[in-house]
């Protein structure tokens, strides 16, 4: 298994051994690999492997030996400010003196990331030129076809033996309990990083450990009498901070490693309202990075319109010679009314109103979005379909092209227009409703609160299925329902778009064998035609997915449901490394054994990384409103979680401390402190 440490802009991703050797590994930066060979070996001959780990993200140690088991090498390596650092210590424990040739094989191939996942058919291509060596210094260089020179500088601590065929080679003499170290520094970058001077590996640990710290404290505390949640939600912190990049406006969450390690709208705008209860600041930073990059124009070769919100941020030569339409891309309906909502929540936890203020405009355009481009026929539903056959054909979170299906297998055409995405403009409409009619605009709050009611009203004409009591998964073209039965309808749930009775059938229908995998809701039901527990969008259990299920849940008062999907996400946990919930898993039926992993999930990933802090929301059954400064709970505590003891949440600024914990059949509270600020339980159903 692979592992992988990032910080801000370069991750870097290599065997267990701590080696790149593999076509998929590297040390990456802004879309492109600047390291592609690193390989170790002692005596030629690679070392034995005997134990890794890179649980911290920022950190990765790793320990081998040679093959008389006498000599230990220590692989110790983080990234930090562009730069991946490495001290390699080797240490003889036998009885006699050592003399060994340490060699590292090195290269940079300075490949897009699209090449690295196979993309083919390059129109042009730059070249690599002459390394450039010093005693303890090699610079790697690459000229591309967009004019921008990259380059790989790699420094030593130690004076280089001999360089032949990339590699370079050390002469280590060890007698009996001596140790030698060498650092190595790998710096990304472009033409300035000829003049990087190496940086002071323990200096540069404890800055990166320390940021890690201060994360942490400025995270909302959560202890629980359930171990293995108080673990999930650690981890769930930890791989946030990890995500975080910043693009000029604020922390953003990229989206997955190693693919997808940029900015989604759909994506990173979910993981910002998943994380709000943890953290505000995603949110912020989410927020004005979309705004930033909203469309401005219409342009078919990357979808962009007026008011759009992005689907995709890439950097590199690709993009920069406009190969790939994705500097960046705009093919996704659902991130428009995200956004809307994102910043409706944010508002509704932080009481911000000068933040509200700024990205109003922007609001304003996403809006002017919905009703003039996202409903392409006037029928009151946002539709997709791609204006270039470079974009993607589905533009809902399942994005695969064999996603939107009938329950025979037919694959819908488009214009589609997605159950869930409905349920998200409906949300926004309502949202946005309300924040018009707090800036005193009750005209245009009527207006909003007018279209969404006969958004839901066609809605359930349209979508319900009444022979199956279920919400079509989309409309094709001809607005034939597509009827497979699929999770996506219980998003409809977190939007509030249903009436009762119908979200009551959606909600049983949800937990049901056919959809209930034992872990977690799978994303189809397994007695459609195009049911493949091992696909990737067709009966795979996505912990996001869940997680927006669950918030629906907690939102109409289904309980019951909510204590069983969270007792399988959380059982399912225990069986992934580190108990970092993975970007997805197969949907095979809960046995004896753990979930079954998908071969090429991300991992982290980061609506999957801020599920465990949305589980908890909807345990807690919160709603949060920092304006009229309340908080309001209607638990629903699975079986092993019994006491939940909440300290330094923010809301409006002000932090709030609680416990909620179960009392026979009750669930009680705690108020610890509220300075300013109403908690109340409130019990929730019928809507």
Known sequence: MYKVIKEDGVFVITSESGDIEESTLGMFYQDTRYLSKYELKINGKKPVFLSASADRNYFKEVYLADEKNEVIIARKSYVYKNTFNERIRMTNYGLRTSELFLTIELDADFKHMFEVRGFAGRRSAGKKLASIVEPRKIILRYAGSDNVLRTTV?????????????????????????????????????????????????????????????????????????????????????DLRMLLSDFGEGPVAVAGIPWFAVPFGRDSIITGIQALLANTEIARGTLRTMAKYQGQKVDAWSDEEPGKIMHELRQGELVNTKEVPFGP????????????????????????????????????????????????????????????????????????????????GRLADPPIALAEIQGYAYDAFMRMARIYGELGKEKKAAGLLKKAADLKERFHRAFWMEDKKYIAEALDREKRKVDSVTSNPGHCLWSGMLEYEKAAYVADRLLSDELFSGWGIRTMSSREAAYNPASYHNGSVWPHDNSLIALGLARYGFKEHLKKLINGMIAASKYFEYYRLPELFCGFIREDGGPVRYPVACSPQAWAAATPIALLQAMLGMRVDAAKKYVELNPALPEDIKHIEIREMLIGGEPVDFVVYRLGDDVMLEILRSKGIKIIMKERGRQ
């Open 154 to 238: 790699i420094t030593f601590s130690r004076n280089i033996s001999s360089l032949e065929d990339g590699r370079v080679g050390f002469k280590v003499e060890l007698g009996p309990k001596e140790s030698f170290d060498l650092y190595v520094c790998v710096h990304a970058g472009e033409t300035s990083s000829e003049n990087y001077i190496t940086s002071d590996f323990e200096e540069d640990f404890k800055a990166i450990c320390e940021s890690y710290d201060l994360w942490f404290g400025c995270c909302t505390k959560v202890l629980t009498d359930s171990c293995q949640f108080n673990n999930l939600y650690r981890r769930s912190l930890a």
């Open 329 to 408: 891309y705009y093919g996704t309906l659902d991130a428009t009314p995200l956004f809307l909502i994102l910043l409706s929540e944010y508002y509704n936890w932080t009481g911000d109103k000068g933040f509200l203020n700024e990205l109003f405009p922007a609001a304003e355009k996403a809006l002017e979005w919905m009703e003039e481009y996202g409903d392409r026929d006037g029928d009151c539903f946002l539709e997709y379909i791609r204006d270039a056959e470079s974009g993607l054909v589905n533009q809902g979170w399942k994005d695969s092209k064999d996603s939107v299906v009938f329950g025979d």
